[in-house]
């Protein structure tokens, strides 16, 4: 049995923690042994379950060209990239592509355009004629502030091309909706905290028939594992095996919790922010994922690869005090979707209308 050696930037966040488990799994079910470093500029509860599980921590900041010299000049089997945001990023990588037998880097599909240059970000978003494959025209790469709404997809494909362009075996993953324990912005928290906090009503836009692929951070790593195995330079897309609508998640997500909400499902005639969930999207987003499933790569069911990720936030909301909040509350992107006032006053609304 060989041994190979990952290195995995970001390695104890949602994406990253489960390519490591991916890789250590397949070394415990036999397959080739992999030595796994995963990067991140503080320890955590992540890291150190990682660590148990046979992972080697290594506390360093993705930026600092001295440590991914220290890390990846030595070689390295796989590297794999989940923080990376600009063309300054992916320029840091460069010199050390020729070092490593299969580098892997996390984008996403906030790439992609319409017709119209309309983008996931877009204030007017996208419309698209069927799946998006991998050939969908891209947003023009530009060095702008990764952070905000314009300028995250124009930083993406430029960090995208500068690796691609060098030659060396670089696979580019386009993820979206990403989900899984660890993550960031775990977007099922929208449903999680309202069973939380007994709602027996949940308004949903549209009929809860919008549709924004989901991705499985597990599916993330089962595909990396793939890509490791056979180097080469390309884009692919990866998401879950089919793409649920709003309301198909809504109601997996209560049914593993035991809760079944009143579904309230609003139609056009309802108020413009009534109803809006952070899948809600006016026409559907879909990824073709043909392009990775011919390395032999099954994408996960949401059903299923979701339930990692709802256990963690119910354990993660019953260890929050009293007078605390859970990690990812201070996220703008939380703010008012628990404003539960004018919910109420909608149903208020649709009541008075009935009657």
Do not use: C
Not at 22 to 44: F, I, M, N, P, T
Not at 238 to 255: F, H, K, M, N, W
């Amino acid at each position: 049995m060989s041994t190979r050696r990952a290195v995995i930037l970001g390695g104890t966040g949602g994406i990253g923690s489960a390519v490591a488990r991916e890789l250590l799994d397949a070394s415990g079910r036999g397959g080739d042994d992999w030595q796994v470093e995963v990067v991140a500029r503080h320890g955590s509860p992540t890291a150190d379950a990682l660590t148990a599980a046979g992972a080697t921590f290594a506390p360093g900041d993705r930026r600092d060209t001295t440590v991914l010299r220290d890390l990846l000049r030595p070689g390295a089997d796989l590297l794999v990239d989940t923080v990376g945001l600009t063309r300054d990023d992916a320029l840091q990588l460069r010199p050390f592509l020729d070092d490593v037998g299969s580098t892997v880097f996390v984008s996403s599909k906030a790439v992609y355009v319409d017709e119209q240059g309309r983008h996931a970000n877009s204030t007017e978003k996208p419309v698209f004629g069927g799946a998006v494959t991998e050939g969908q025209p891209t947003i023009p790469a530009a060095d702008v502030d990764p952070t905000t709404r314009e300028g995250y997809g124009a930083a993406k494909v430029a960090a995208e091309q500068i690796l691609l362009d060098h030659g060396a075996p670089v696979t580019v993953l386009r993820p979206s909706k990403v989900h899984g324990p660890g993550i960031g912005r775990p977007r099922e928290w929208f449903v999680v905290r309202r069973v939380l906090d007994g709602r027996e009503r949940i308004l949903l836009a549209d009929r809860g028939r919008g549709v924004d692929h989901t991705t499985a951070a597990s599916g993330i790593g089962s595909l990396v594992r793939l890509v490791a195995d056979a180097p080469d330079r390309r884009i692919l897309n990866v998401a879950d095996d089919t793409a649920p609508s709003v309301l198909e998640i809504v109601r997996t997500i209560a049914g593993h919790l035991g809760h079944t909400f009143d579904e309230v499902l609003l139609d056009e005639n309802a108020p413009a922010f009534a109803g809006l969930t952070p899948w809600s999207s006016p026409t559907p987003f879909v990824l073709d994922t043909t392009a990775a499933r011919s390395l032999g790569w099954q994408p996960p069911r949401f059903e299923t690869a979701v339930v990692p990720e709802l256990d963690w936030l119910m354990e993660t909301a019953n260890q929050v005090p009293a007078d605390g909040d859970v990690p990812w509350a201070e996220d703008p992107f939380w703010e008012r979707m628990f404003d539960y006032g004018p919910e109420d006053a909608t149903l208020v609304l649709l009541s008075l209308g009935q009657d």
